[in-house]
């Protein structure tokens, strides 16, 4: 069955340190994949998306991901962390026509 | 656009009580989608219609949840009689349509269900 599986339930950082949620997928062929963004008492928030071209995918507030095909991997970096990313952070991915599969998401907590 | 709109935003029942949770999916999105979240299992798809029909519902995890919509404009999730294990966060979110590029789903807020 497809599926989506997020490796990290729960991280801790220091505000600076660099940030990587990892991302496995498990569909074939030609997948839309992304990361979605829960701050503490609100709702879902995308993040960025891929569906096609460069697999380098910028998003907001300094996030990017890279999908890597040959690995089903589609990881979440940021360089230098804030207070403010305190979060959960969902992966999905769906196929054209198909519903989306999300991850148990990370919940990333940042020590000021 | 005010985005995804869901009411109520908590509820507080008691086992054995109907529980209906409503949403109001972006104006033009052709899908919706229920979904319920708890720590346990994260984000967990429930139902999704496509034009108003349903089109999976193997998520409902048994027949006390019933889901409707009768319009483009409004959906309906029923749980009848509730139990203390569906407490959780349900999520409506609504899309544009199937297109390359076009999947992103736009989450409401969250109805808040807390069954004693």
């Known amino acids: 069955a497809q599926s989506v599986s997020q490796h990290n339930h729960h991280v801790i950082l220091s505000e600076a340190a660099s940030l990587e949620l990892g991302c496995n997928y498990s569909?074939?062929?030609?997948?839309?994949l992304f990361w979605y963004v829960q701050y503490p008492g609100q709702h879902l928030q995308l993040l960025l998306k891929?569906?096609?071209?460069?697999?380098l995918v910028k998003g907001i507030k300094g996030f990017e991901a890279e999908f890597i095909k040959s690995k089903f991997s589609f990881n979440l970096r940021k360089p230098s962390v804030q207070w403010s990313d305190t979060a959960e952070y969902v992966c999905?991915?769906?196929?054209?026509?198909?519903?989306?599969?999300f991850g148990k998401g990370t919940r990333l907590h940042i020590l000021p | 656009d005010a985005g995804v709109i869901q009411s109520p935003r908590h509820e507080v029942t008691e086992m054995g009580q109907e529980v209906t949770l409503r949403c109001k999916p972006i104006?033009?999105?052709?899908?919706l989608f229920w979904y319920r979240q708890t720590m346990m299992r994260g984000l967990e798809l429930l139902i999704y219609?496509?034009?108003?029909?349903?089109i999976d519902d193997s998520g409902m995890p048994e027949d006390r949840f019933s889901a409707k919509m009768p319009n483009a404009s409004f959906s309906t999730l029923k749980i009848q009689p509730s139990e203390p294990r569906d407490s959780a966060v349900y999520f409506c979110?609504?899309?544009?349509?199937w297109g390359r590029g076009n999947d992103e789903q736009y989450f409401g807020p969250g109805t808040r269900l807390t069954v004693t």
């Open positions: 219609f496509n034009n108003n029909v349903p």
């Open positions: 569909y074939g062929g030609t997948v839309n």
């Open positions: 104006s033009g999105h052709n899908s």
């Open positions: 999905a991915v769906t196929r054209f026509g198909d519903k989306i599969i």
């Open positions: 979110a609504s899309r544009t349509g």
């Open positions: 891929y569906f096609s071209g460069d697999p």
